[in-house]
Nanobody
Framework: QVQLVESGGGAVQAGGSLRLPCAAS????????MGWYRQAPGKERELVAR???????TYTASVKGRVTVSRDNAKNTVYLQMSDLKPEDTAIYYC??????????WGQGTQVTVSS
């Protein structure tokens, strides 16, 4: 059974920081591209950042310089470190795992709320 379990969400003030871990089980984690997506109320789900099996990273423009995605293959965990948070970062953050063979899995999401 595949599980992606996010944690670390919460309420912070603007300018604050959060670190979101996503622990994976049931997959060969090291071969998966792992991503973080977010969905704000009334908006579509969007990519925040992703990290490939080789460690290559991609960030959406609005978070560049404020967000770092990393992975620990020994712990089957991907992290999203966010700093200088803004109210527009408020959303549910979802962990995603995708293999080169087309298999894709999602976590249940964790809420991040940034107040001004």
């Amino acid at each position: 059974q595949v599980q992606l379990v996010e944690s670390g969400g919460g309420a912070v003030q603007a300018g604050g920081s959060l670190r979101l871990p996503c622990a994976a089980s049931g997959i060969t984690f090291r071969i998966y591209t792992m991503g973080w997506y977010r969905q704000a109320p009334g908006k579509e789900r969007e990519l925040v950042a992703r990290i490939g099996s080789g460690g290559d990273t991609t960030y959406t423009a609005s978070v560049k310089g404020r967000v770092t995605v990393s992975r620990d293959n020994a712990k089957n965990t991907v992290y999203l470190q966010m700093s200088d948070l803004k109210p527009e970062d408020t959303a549910i953050y979802y962990c995603n795992g995708r293999s080169a063979f087309g298999r894709e899995y999602w976590g249940q999401g964790t809420q991040v709320t940034v107040s001004s």
